[in-house]
């Protein structure tokens, strides 16, 4: 199945094709009200640790050090991505933050590991998960 996950800026223009508007961040984006933003969701929970990006602001770590750890932060809670999950099963998500630039923010990870569970599972819903699920493929006879 093909899902859609948008990437945005908080602060670029609402779309009716936007689908479901979720911001990812840890923190309200300052300087907008909440009404303003057309939220369907707030789900700080997934935003990487403050202690995280808090060292990559500081520049103590690389960027791409930041990514990594993010990444495994994620793969140690899974269950943080059941939400995304679930809306991107009901149509298309758009993830919202409020970093400038998109591409070296969080929401790459997030959107990689959502389609990666995804996929995951969707691949085992279509394997037989037992015996009950082969007996039409057996003759009448061993029934």
């Known amino acids: 199945m093909s899902y859609e996950i ?3 800026r908080i602060y ?3 779309e009716d094709h936007d689908g479901t508007r979720v911001l990812v961040d840890r923190v309200r984006p300052s300087g907008l009200f909440p009404n303003l933003l057309a939220l369907n969701e707030w789900y700080p929970e997934i935003a990487p640790a ?3 990006c808090s060292q990559y602001r500081q520049k103590k770590i ?3 050090l930041f990514l990594e750890r993010y990444k495994r932060e994620l793969k140690a809670c899974p269950d943080k991505l059941l939400p995304l999950m679930r809306f991107a099963r009901a149509g298309r998500v758009t993830l919202l933050t409020a970093a400038r630039e998109i591409e070296d923010s969080h929401l790459p990870v997030i959107k990689e590991l959502v389609l990666s569970a995804l996929e ?3 691949a085992s819903d279509r394997e037989f998960c037992s ?3 082969l007996a039409h493929t057996l003759p ?3 029934r």
Request: contains cysteine.
């Open 6 to 8: 948008m990437l945005k």
């Open 12 to 14: 670029a223009p609402i």
């Open 50 to 52: 403050s202690q995280l």
């Open 62 to 64: 690389s960027q791409s």
């Open 120 to 122: 995951e599972e969707d």
């Open 131 to 133: 015996s009950p699920c």
């Open 140 to 142: 009448t006879s061993q």
